[in-house]
């Protein structure tokens, strides 16, 4: 499990600590590679020194709870594998493309229903929307820069986001995802 969120966690780019005297061969490789800080023993209060997040994922209740009364202590946010109503944040299930993420979250009842939801999502959602986040960063820091009126600048981007723009994205049309942004642009550019 704590490989899990571990992972999870590297992938946003967060600087880990994991405090275990057993750790799974992968977490032991990460460490090797010095993608993460590993103190391969028990918990001691200390380890939450510099915290931010904090996950009491050990398979003992007792370390768990102690891990959590010491975050309170500390005012750390804090999230226990086996105790969800005493975490104060959960682990949403989450689609990532590019600049978009859709999290789904069932508040602690039903992990495998959020994972069901997100691989429906998926579909719906696919790696277009990527492209389509970058076109719309482009194209929006350009339209700040050149318009001022705030409700020229809505229309514009209410265009741009319903346009047909993602289809072609998906047909790999970009000579036509030129022009429609150009055509967004028409009449407003000073
Ligand atoms: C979303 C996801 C993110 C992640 O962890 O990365 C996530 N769990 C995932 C998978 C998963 N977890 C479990 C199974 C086995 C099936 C089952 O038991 O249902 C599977 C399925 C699998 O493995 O495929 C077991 C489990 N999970 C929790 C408990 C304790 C309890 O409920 O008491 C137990 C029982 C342990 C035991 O048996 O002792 C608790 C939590 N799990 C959460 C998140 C939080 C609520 C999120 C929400 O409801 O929205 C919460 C409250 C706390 C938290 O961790 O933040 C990720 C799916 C990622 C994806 O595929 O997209
Ligand atoms: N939230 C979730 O999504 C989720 C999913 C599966 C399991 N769980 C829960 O998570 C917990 C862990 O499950 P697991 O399958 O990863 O167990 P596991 O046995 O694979 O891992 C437990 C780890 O805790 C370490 N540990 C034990 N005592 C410790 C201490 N005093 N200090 C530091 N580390 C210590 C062990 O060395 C081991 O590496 C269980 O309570 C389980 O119910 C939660």
Not at 134 to 157: C, K, M, W, Y
Request: glycine letters at 4%.
């Amino acid at each position: 499990m704590a490989e899990r969120k571990i992972h999870a966690l590297l992938e946003c780019g967060a600087s880990v600590r994991v405090v275990s005297p057993k750790v799974t061969p992968l977490i032991k490789e990460w460490s090797d590679e010095g993608r993460l800080e590993l103190r391969q023993r028990h918990y001691q209060t200390f380890d939450l020194e510099g915290s931010f997040l904090v996950f009491a994922a050990t398979n003992s209740s007792r370390v768990n709870h102690r891990v959590t009364e010491d975050c309170r202590k500390g005012h750390l946010a804090v999230n226990i594998a086996d105790d969800p109503s005493n975490s104060n944040f959960f682990v949403p299930s989450v689609i990532r493309r590019g600049k978009l993420s859709i999290a789904v979250s069932t508040s602690g009842a039903s992990p495998l229903l959020a994972a069901k939801i997100r691989r429906q999502l998926e579909k719906q959602f696919g790696t277009e929307y990527e492209e389509f986040a970058d076109v719309l960063t482009e194209v929006r820091n350009q339209v700040l820069n050149d318009i001022e009126d705030i409700h020229a600048r809505r229309t514009i981007f209410k265009k741009l986001v319903e346009s047909d723009i993602l289809e072609l994205l998906r047909e790999k049309k970009y000579d036509q995802v030129k022009e429609r942004i150009k055509n967004a642009y028409c009449g407003y550019r000073s």
